[in-house]
């Protein structure tokens, strides 16, 4: 029999028609549990690749006021919650971009999870991002220059101090790179990076690398930390740490656009994120992520994690979850999913 501190039996997945909280959504079914999940109206098509078995209500829990969200949960009688909702680093909201993410990664997400708390519901899991991770590692530097990883940060703590242990356990998933796909929904790469990539007679990048995990092991995470994650615990997630070069190489071609890697210098870095910086300047905005920093400093940096301390003390094996996934399965399946035409099946051997 797995070994489970706490058996999830009914869960509410906020968030669970986009690409983490629908594989959640599967897994949690998988294991026996009554499924639940809210959805913004025709936001997308649920047809029939979304499971019937989840309980599908409709609405914008970040609109919804407090009270109004503690009797939806109520109803319900959930004994388990999962947060995959908020913006990432992607965004470049209007200045000052602190405001911006404040407002949803932090006051949101408390209303939220206040809102689970008084409904009753004792255990939370929520995703967070391994920046957060950095951030302890680099002695909150990351989040002095940061707006982004500022406020996933106090999100972090925010939740924490909203928790009680036995009573509101709150477990903080810290997430990398994150490949694989889901129907309905591209995956992020091809605007993030292959369409930006494909235009260029290179991938110019810098050369530091990163931790990167298959969303099906992300979900096994989720529910091994609502079966044994501990109040407060932080849990950086990763199946391996890998070399940007070596990623996009690999991405790009898998979508049929075969590249080379130059790496990127870090005066080239520092000249190129300050331009953007005035770009967005101009535009009267701000990214999460301090460009300059970013592409002169951070990129440039080995940003790899222990990818057995989370397993150890989550208890996966005693869960039963053996298997790790390859995450150049998961780079395959996003390139198979946004390029179908020009898609080829490059044997992670042969990167």
């Given at each position: 029999m797995?070994?489970m501190?706490?058996q999830p039996?009914?869960?509410f997945?906020?968030g669970?028609?986009?690409?983490i909280g629908?594989?959640?959504?599967?897994?949690?079914?998988?294991q026996?549990?009554i499924?639940s999940?809210i959805?913004?109206?025709?936001?997308?098509?649920?047809?029939?690749?979304y499971?019937k078995k989840?309980v599908?209500?409709?609405?914008?829990?970040?609109?919804?006021?407090?009270d109004?969200?503690?009797?939806l949960?109520?109803?319900?009688?959930y004994?388990?919650f999962?947060?995959?909702l908020?913006?990432?680093?992607?965004?470049?909201?209007?200045?000052?971009?602190?405001?911006f993410?404040?407002s949803?990664?932090?006051v949101?997400?408390?209303k939220?999870c206040r809102?689970?708390?008084?409904a009753?519901?004792?255990?939370?899991?929520?995703?967070?991002s391994?920046?957060a991770?950095?951030d302890?590692l680099f002695?909150g530097k990351l989040?002095q220059?940061h707006?982004?990883?500022?406020?996933?940060?106090?999100q972090?703590?925010?939740l924490?101090?909203?928790?009680?242990?036995?009573?509101?356990?709150?477990?903080i998933?810290?997430?990398?790179y994150?490949f694989?796909?889901m129907?309905?929904?591209?995956?992020?790469w091809?605007?993030?990076?292959?369409?930006?990539f494909?235009?260029m007679?290179f991938?110019?990048?810098?050369?530091?690398s990163?931790?990167?995990?298959h969303?099906q092991?992300?979900v096994?995470a989720?529910?091994a930390?609502?079966c044994?994650g501990k109040?407060?615990?932080?849990?950086?997630?990763?199946?391996a740490?890998?070399?940007y070069s070596n990623?996009?190489?690999?991405?790009?071609?898998?979508?049929g656009?075969?590249?080379?890697?130059l790496?990127?210098?870090?005066?080239?870095?520092?000249f190129s994120?300050f331009?953007?910086?005035?770009?967005?300047?101009?535009?009267k905005?701000?990214?999460?992520l301090n460009?300059?920093?970013l592409?002169?400093f951070?990129?440039h940096?080995d940003?790899e994690?222990?990818?057995?301390w989370?397993?150890?003390?989550?208890?996966y094996t005693?869960?039963?979850?053996?298997?790790?996934?390859s995450?150049?399965l998961?780079?395959?399946?996003?390139?198979?999913?946004?390029?179908?035409?020009?898609?080829r099946?490059i044997?992670e051997?042969?990167?």
């Amino acid at each position: 029999m797995p070994f489970m501190l706490h058996q999830p039996n009914n869960v509410f997945i906020a968030g669970g028609t986009g690409f983490i909280g629908y594989h959640a959504s599967v897994l949690f079914l998988k294991q026996g549990c009554i499924v639940s999940t809210i959805a913004l109206p025709g936001e997308i098509d649920l047809g029939n690749w979304y499971p019937k078995k989840v309980v599908t209500h409709f609405g914008n829990l970040f609109e919804m006021g407090e009270d109004e969200i503690a009797k939806l949960l109520k109803r319900g009688n959930y004994d388990t919650f999962v947060y995959c909702l908020g913006p990432d680093d992607r965004e470049t909201p209007g200045f000052p971009a602190y405001a911006f993410f404040y407002s949803r990664l932090v006051v949101q997400c408390v209303k939220i999870c206040r809102a689970a708390k008084s409904a009753g519901i004792k255990r939370c899991v929520v995703l967070n991002s391994y920046f957060a991770c950095f951030d302890r590692l680099f002695n909150g530097k990351l989040s002095q220059k940061h707006p982004y990883i500022r406020c996933r940060v106090e999100q972090a703590e925010a939740l924490t101090e909203l928790g009680e242990k036995g009573k509101f356990d709150v477990m903080i998933m810290e997430l990398p790179y994150v490949f694989g796909a889901m129907p309905e929904r591209f995956p992020i790469w091809k605007k993030l990076f292959v369409e930006k990539f494909r235009k260029m007679p290179f991938i110019i990048f810098p050369g530091g690398s990163t931790a990167a995990v298959h969303v099906q092991n992300v979900v096994e995470a989720i529910f091994a930390a609502a079966c044994n994650g501990k109040h407060g615990g932080c849990y950086p997630i990763c199946s391996a740490n890998i070399k940007y070069s070596n990623m996009f190489v690999y991405m790009m071609a898998c979508a049929g656009f075969p590249k080379k890697h130059l790496r990127m210098p870090r005066w080239v870095g520092y000249f190129s994120g300050f331009l953007i910086e005035i770009t967005h300047r101009i535009s009267k905005r701000q990214s999460g992520l301090n460009m300059i920093n970013l592409m002169s400093f951070l990129l440039h940096q080995d940003l790899e994690i222990d990818t057995e301390w989370a397993k150890k003390e989550l208890r996966y094996t005693e869960l039963g979850f053996n298997n790790e996934i390859s995450i150049w399965l998961g780079i395959r399946e996003a390139m198979k999913q946004s390029y179908p035409e020009t898609y080829r099946h490059i044997c992670e051997t042969d990167n």
